[in-house]
């Protein structure tokens, strides 16, 4: 992503954004772990920790609520961003 990746008028653009390339470690890779990033003072500890997606499934009426990350990685309390947790 580039710092004008976004129109402007989408209310993406805020002061407290930033941009980088995090460097996977295999790009264009097929496993998962191919897109462990390199560069981790871009992306660790930046994230936003979820409290809960909400389900209106009448079968199923509990919150998601993320706990590990897409390799089965436990999520810490600040959480880094991506699928990766680094």
Partial sequence: ???????????TILPENF???????HPGGV?????TPIH???????GVKLSGLPVRWA????ALVPE???LGKQLPAQ????????
């Fill in 1 to 11: 992503m580039q710092a004008n990746s976004w129109p402007s008028g989408m209310g």
């Fill in 19 to 25: 941009t980088g390339d995090p460097q996977f470690q």
């Fill in 31 to 35: 496993q998962p772990g191919d897109y």
């Fill in 40 to 46: 981790l003072d871009k992306i660790k500890s930046k």
């Fill in 59 to 62: 079968d199923f009426p509990h």
């Fill in 68 to 70: 590990k990350d897409i």
């Fill in 79 to 86: 959480p880094g961003i991506g699928a990766i947790e680094p």
